[in-house]
């Protein structure tokens, strides 16, 4: 698929789910797909988006030679570390000063990224670990992946279709049971719904 029919996907996917009754949107986290971010900016109106922080620091380190890149990672996981916006951004900093000179495109996907990753520090401390990255969601793809290898070949299409739809429902269903954010930690960071204005 071309880009901008990525960007249409994602789109019609967001506003399939609005259709849907979908509401009170505050905060989108992905990958840095130009696709997501296109239909969350069109369709999604005001709503923060959290750059993964896994696949940023993956994306930072590719850039960084084998052998500095446990020193390099070290750095990285510090900024992440911290609960206040403005130590992370503090840190920031010090991480381009100290590599900037030896590991130049490193430090330029870095800037160019750090900004979108570190939005989850302006939400309740609380929420912190389930909301700065997309791990959630891995954890299901790879079940989903180690399910359909096990049987192997399937007899047709509709039938791994089934199976994939079987292992989300019930993960749905065990994330129905628990709580997985605080809601109430969030009144203090209110603001305005974008998505009730546009319905």
């Given at each position: 698929?071309?880009?901008?029919?990525?960007?249409?996907?994602?789109?019609?996917?967001?506003?399939?789910?609005?259709?849907?009754?979908?509401?009170?949107?505050?905060?989108?986290?992905?990958?840095?797909?130009?696709?997501?971010?296109?239909?969350?900016?069109?369709?999604?109106?005001?709503?923060?988006?959290?750059?993964?922080?896994?696949?940023?620091?993956?994306?930072?380190?590719?850039?960084?030679?084998?052998?500095?890149?446990?020193?390099?990672?070290?750095?990285?996981?510090?900024?992440?570390?911290?609960?206040?916006?403005?130590?992370?951004?503090?840190?920031?900093?010090?991480?381009?000063?100290?590599?900037?000179?030896?590991?130049?495109?490193?430090?330029?996907a870095f800037e160019a990224?750090?900004?979108?990753?570190?939005?989850y520090l302006r939400y309740?401390?609380?929420?912190?670990?389930?909301?700065?990255?997309?791990?959630?969601?891995?954890?299901l793809f790879k079940e989903?992946?180690?399910?359909?290898?096990?049987?192997?070949?399937?007899?047709?299409?509709?039938?791994?279709?089934?199976?994939?739809?079987?292992?989300?429902?019930?993960?749905?269903?065990?994330?129905?049971?628990?709580?997985?954010?605080?809601?109430?930690?969030?009144?203090?960071?209110?603001?305005?719904?974008?998505?009730?204005?546009?319905?």
């Amino acid at each position: 698929m071309a880009g901008g029919e990525k960007s249409a996907a994602f789109a019609s996917l967001d506003r399939g789910l609005l259709d849907r009754g979908l509401s009170g949107v505050r905060l989108v986290i992905s990958d840095d797909h130009e696709g997501i971010k296109a239909a969350v900016a069109g369709e999604l109106p005001g709503v923060d988006w959290q750059r993964c922080v896994v696949h940023f620091m993956r994306n930072v380190l590719a850039h960084v030679p084998t052998g500095a890149m446990a020193e390099v990672a070290e750095d990285l996981k510090a900024i992440f570390k911290v609960r206040r916006e403005k130590t992370a951004r503090a840190l920031a900093e010090e991480f381009v000063e100290l590599h900037g000179e030896r590991f130049g495109k490193a430090v330029s996907a870095f800037e160019a990224g750090i900004g979108s990753a570190l939005t989850y520090l302006r939400y309740p401390g609380s929420h912190h670990a389930r909301i700065r990255t997309t791990n959630v969601l891995e954890r299901l793809f790879k079940e989903v992946k180690r399910r359909t290898k096990v049987v192997g070949v399937f007899p047709n299409e509709t039938s791994a279709s089934a199976l994939a739809t079987e292992i989300v429902l019930r993960s749905s269903e065990e994330w129905a049971l628990k709580r997985y954010l605080t809601m109430d930690a969030l009144k203090a960071i209110e603001k305005p719904n974008p998505q009730h204005s546009r319905r």
